[in-house]
């Protein structure tokens, strides 16, 4: 018999595989589901039928019932101190195509309402690491929605939330909770209400945990890389790609600060991608970014011992060992991260936005005296026609955000939960990549 197509349950060829089983790696559907102590698996590996919950309704690899968008959603996990610039996963191969690879498992956790629904996954990304991610859909959808892919930046502390101390972060949330003695806020959930609002526009979006983050660890010894961020993306990218909702539509992809530029790079490589939204995204290497954000609120000394560190990691490719090193910086040279540390401090992203052959827009919180009108023109300067910039008012930040701020490195960034969001930058935003998927 002829194996049914990777995308089609190998049963049901008209069905969509919303899982593979762990021996042979056949494509499944929700009714030919089996799931065992060591995984799903086909009916054919186990000789066992699929099993049916007592109330009659089929399980798709962890397909939960489904609740209204509006209700209680789950408590965010508390945000985690990460020691250092980290991130992960390298070079991607094809989800799910590896018979060692984990089944992705799927749960809706939001019905269909006027708005959106929301499906939350678990996909294998590069390495065989779990990701967690949520797929939103408009509610009115048709049978092919364009879609969109959320890539966190740097402060992400999962698919919804940046922390409250944003811009090449990790570190400075660090700097900000061991050295200024300030607990940080509960963050700003800015991907889950970006993901709504596209939803709004009649636009999918998937959104996924950043590797590194207390959403998604880890394992013991691991080190992080920059390939290994482009890789996660690209899984992510690739699992969008093959949803049944989203079909052969066209895609876009959103990156938040040094998300963006993972964005652009994102879309040098894949010809599906249609446009690309930077939003919050320097200009200069993030290394020079920290270092004037360390000058304006910590003095020019602390900067130029920042900058001193950043020379010898580069010219050796080992960090200064943390007795040399003041206080205030070894958090962002933790022990481990050295290559990951010089690649992402002396990226370039005017090199990687020359790069891009579909149209940007630019987006830039007012307020944001991080990421600088300087920074964007870099940047335009170099985008292909098309491309746009998108400021927002002056009272929002690097968040899009207008709730204030207090006591961070991060110049305007808020202390906790956001007010405000800045609506009608967000809700441009979501119109131009409207208008540039045809939606």
């Not at 019932?65 to 945000?79: D, K, N, Q």
């Not at 539509?249 to 939204?277: E, S, W, Y």
């Amino acid at each position: 018999m002829l194996e049914a197509p990777a995308t089609s349950c190998v049963n049901h060829r008209r069905r969509t595989k919303v899982a593979a089983c762990g021996a042979c790696g056949r494509g499944l559907c929700t009714d030919c589901i089996v799931h065992t102590p060591v995984g799903v698996k086909c009916r054919r590996c186990t000789g066992v039928k699929a099993g049916v919950p007592s109330d009659g309704a089929h399980v798709s690899a962890g397909v939960g019932s489904e609740v209204a968008a509006g209700a209680r959603r789950r408590p965010w996990a508390t945000v985690l101190v990460v020691a250092g610039l980290a991130v992960v996963a390298a070079s991607a191969f094809a989800l799910m195509s590896r018979d060692t690879s984990p089944a992705p498992t799927e749960t809706v956790d939001a019905a269909l309402t006027a708005e959106f629904v929301e499906r939350h996954t678990t996909f294998p990304g590069p390495g065989g690491h779990d990701l967690g991610g949520t797929l939103t859909l408009p509610g009115a959808a048709g049978a092919r929605v364009p879609a969109v892919l959320i890539i966190p930046g740097l402060g992400a502390m999962d698919r919804n939330t940046v922390s409250a101390a944003t811009t090449v972060d990790t570190a400075r949330d660090a700097l900000v909770v061991t050295v200024g003695g300030k607990a940080l806020g509960e963050g700003d959930d800015l991907y889950r209400d970006l993901s709504e609002s596209l939803a709004r526009a009649g636009i999918a979006s998937f959104r996924y945990d950043r590797r590194g983050t207390n959403a998604s660890p880890l394992p013991a010894g691991r080190q992080l890389t920059l390939e290994d961020e482009v890789g996660d993306a690209r899984a992510a990218l690739a699992l969008l790609g093959e949803r049944q909702e989203v079909g052969e539509a066209p895609l876009a992809v959103i990156g938040h600060d040094t998300g963006g530029l993972v964005a652009m790079r994102l879309a040098a490589a894949h010809p599906r991608v249609r446009a690309v939204v930077a939003v919050s995204t320097p200009g200069r290497p993030p290394g020079e970014v920290v270092a004037d954000e360390l000058a304006r609120s910590r003095g020019a000394p602390a900067a130029d011992q920042f900058r001193a560190a950043v020379a010898t990691l580069t010219s050796t490719g080992k960090a200064p060992t943390p007795e040399t090193l003041p206080e205030l910086l070894r958090p962002i040279f933790a022990p481990g991260q050295d290559a990951y540390l010089g690649a992402i401090l002396t990226l370039d992203p005017v090199a990687e936005a020359a790069r891009v052959p579909v149209p940007v827009l630019l987006v830039r919180g007012g307020g944001d005296k991080g990421v600088t009108a300087a920074d964007t023109d870099r940047l335009a300067a170099v985008l292909r026609s098309g491309s746009e910039t998108l400021v927002g008012s002056a009272l929002s930040d690097h968040n899009l955000s207008t709730a204030g701020s207090a006591g961070h490195v991060h110049s305007n960034a808020p202390v906790g939960p956001v007010d405000h969001r800045d609506a009608d930058a967000r809700d441009a935003l979501s119109a131009w990549v409207k208008a540039r998927l045809g939606a």
